[in-house]
């Protein structure tokens, strides 16, 4: 007999779970396991890298989430209805699909301390789910404990009427250091007897190993500001580790069903998601098809770019990107991102001239989605899209940070709010972090604390090592751990909680613009921190693999500066136009400025280092430019 863990929370129930995806995965293959799921509190931030990184491993994996029911109805928010915990499980397609409507209504509509679901929204979104009553927070155990076994086969009663009874399970849990789990278990079992409602086997895992129970008990401290030494403080007595399918089998040899269940409920999950589908949403293009539209388009820029008799070459390079992108299916992004750029140039939002790979595109600057010549400047087409690449093209553009909003208002409307979202995206503990956050955790005061923290090795090109790495390597370091009893007490836990999620907030420019409307693909939430906006709760990677189109909608200080320049230049000078794309490219009193480094506001030529070095090159041409930022600021 095997044993399957169903209730299993991850790093992304933040500050409560320890474990990566990762760890409990290479850790149930170690074990032999044939499944494991991922039930995080409320959310389902981290179902794609865990559904990914489990079928890889050769392990079928089942996305769930430990769901917050609101006795009373998510409408009343009250400390009196609060909520109970009940797991679901995606069994299917359509089970997973609920899920991510489940976790969107909770974030949005029932937030309450926690994002929160009720027995009405249940029933309306519980197809395909498969739902154990959940750990001690649970309905059905608190009913238990308040000596109520009417309420507790009531409770039973309704969700078997919402999930169907095969669906619904009695989730029993062998902690034999909490008191109310052995009264809880027994009852369990016999409401199992009256009601038919099968038993199921968890451990509420919230860590990968045993010796992992110091840190997550530090986590929880950093979690509630309290230190280990409070007495009065919440904590996990017991073990909360993945065990061995062998130790389950065995904690659970008064109740074999409930162990064989884990595996049964395992076999009936049926979910295979799909990655890498384009899902970028359809253009209107009125009554001509997008690649007329889109044909049409192009070739009325590039004719504006190149005049009526453009060389030879300029014509094999159009009709060569035009190909690629017609056969790779992107003529709609590009259309897309044409729309919201000529949105902002029309409405007078200045818009940068071109970022990254996207400037080496004919099209996108026939377009005037970008403003450099190609050609002129020997940019490669192939570094932003290329048919032995299949990957989605990504045009980051600028604009004045006054204005961005503009245009994403403008976006937001053309596609439909529950079209548009921005990416979520997840704070980690860092070394120092670590550290310091351990460290006060375990008791230390900020002197011994601090003095650790500043003893970490620098970073080296921004990127600090892992601190085992440290602790192995660098000498300094090393001595500190071996010398100093308290260093390496704070040290050894803190290198279990470095990369542990501690916050979550938002992408600073990225937007996903969907074909259909994004809870069929992600949940979604409030963005964090009191800011407007809604977020995806995947973030970047699964979101681009899920073929979600991405946006960067980039807002740079420069241009505002731009804007505010050019506005007070036509109140204070009515006769002077200027057209920022009109301006040569060989003005000498620009190059004399520039040969003298008086940079200061200049994007990307306005630090110290590169003051320095402009006065010693003496660029003369737009090319000593290029030199110089590309020999400064090398990228990867």
């Known amino acids: 007999m095997s044993f399957v863990h169903l209730h299993n929370h991850t790093h992304y129930s933040i500050l409560t779970g320890l474990a990566r995806p990762s760890q409990y995965i290479d850790l149930a293959k170690e074990q032999g396991s044939p499944a494991i799921a991922i039930t995080d509190s409320g959310v389902i931030y981290g179902a794609i890298e865990f559904y990914q990184k489990a079928k890889a491993a050769g392990i079928k994996p089942i996305i769930g989430v430990e769901a917050f029911v609101a006795p009373m109805g998510m409408e009343n928010k009250t400390v009196e209805n609060r909520y109970s915990s009940l797991v679901l499980l995606a069994k299917n397609m359509e089970g997973y699909k609920n899920l991510l409507k489940l976790c969107t209504i909770a ?53 078997q009427g919402i999930f169907g009874k095969e669906n619904f399970y009695l989730e029993i849990q062998h902690h034999p250091e909490i008191a109310n789990w052995s009264i809880v278990n027994s009852k369990l079992i016999e409401l199992s007897k009256k009601t038919a409602a099968p038993l199921v086997a968890a451990n509420d895992c919230h860590y990968a190993k045993p010796e992992d129970a110091d840190a997550h008990d530090v986590l929880i401290c950093i979690q509630t500001q309290k230190n280990v030494k409070d007495e009065h403080r919440i904590k996990f007595v017991g073990n909360y580790s993945l065990r061995s399918p062998e130790d ?20 009936q999950v049926d979910l295979d998601l799909k990655f890498g589908e384009n899902k970028i949403p359809f253009f209107p293009t009125g009554d001509k098809n997008t690649h007329e539209y889109f044909r049409e388009l192009c070739e009325n820029g590039f004719h504006q770019r190149y005049g009526d008799n453009p060389s030879d070459i300029a014509k094999e390079r159009y009709e060569f990107e035009l190909d690629i992108i017609q056969r790779m299916g992107f003529e709609s992004y590009f259309l897309i991102v044409h729309d919201f750029i000529n949105f902002a140039k029309n409405n007078g939002i200045i818009v940068g001239p071109g970022r990254g790979s996207a400037a080496g595109s004919m099209i996108a600057y026939s377009l ?18 290329n048919p032995e690449r299949i990957s989605m093209p990504d045009i980051d553009v600028d604009f004045a940070d006054t204005r961005r909003d503009e245009v994403l208002k403008y976006v937001t409307e053309k596609y439909g709010e529950d079209h548009v979202a921005h990416i979520i995206t997840f704070g980690t503990l860092a070394p120092k972090a670590a550290i310091r956050d351990a460290g006060r955790a375990l008791g230390y005061s900020y002197a011994i604390v601090d003095k650790i923290a500043k003893t970490v090795p620098p970073a080296i090109f921004g990127k600090y090592a892992p601190l085992k790495t440290s602790i192995a390597e660098d000498p300094d370091f090393a001595a500190l751990y071996k010398n100093d009893m308290e260093a390496r007490e704070i040290l050894n836990t803190a290198v279990k909680l470095e990369g542990t999620i501690r916050q979550v907030g938002t992408h600073a420019s990225a937007v996903i613009i969907s074909k259909d409307p994004l809870v069929e693909n992600t949940a979604l939430q409030k963005a964090a921190g009191g800011n407007e906006g809604i977020v995806t709760q995947y973030p970047m990677k699964p979101c681009d693999e899920l073929g979600l189109l991405k946006m960067d909608f980039l807002g740079l200080k420069n241009l505002s500066m731009i804007e505010t320049t050019l506005g007070i230049i036509g109140r204070t000078k009515p006769d002077v136009k200027i057209d920022m794309e009109k301006i040569p490219m060989t ?22 280092g590169m003051k320095r070095y402009l006065k010693e090159l003496k660029q003369n041409e737009f090319g000593d430019i290029i030199a110089m930022i590309s020999l400064y600021r090398p990228g990867p």
């Open 248 to 267: 389950m089998i065995e904690a659970f040899r008064f109740c074999p069903e409930a162990v064989a269940n884990t595996v049964k409920i395992a076999e």
């Open 107 to 159: 974030a949005l509509e029932g937030f309450y301390y926690k994002p929160r679901v009720d027995d009405a929204l249940l029933k309306k979104f519980g197809a395909g789910l498969i739902a154990l009553s959940g750990s001690l927070s649970g309905a059905i155990p608190k009913a238990i404990l308040e000596n109520n076994e009417k309420k507790a086969i009531e409770i039973i009663e309704t969700y």
């Open 587 to 608: 003005d000498e009193k620009t190059f004399e400025l520039l040969q003298r480094g008086e940079t200061t506001g200049v994007f990307q030529l306005e630090s110290a």
């Open 368 to 385: 005037r989605i970008t403003e450099l010549d190609p050609l002129e400047y020997g940019l490669l087409f192939e570094r932003f899209l």
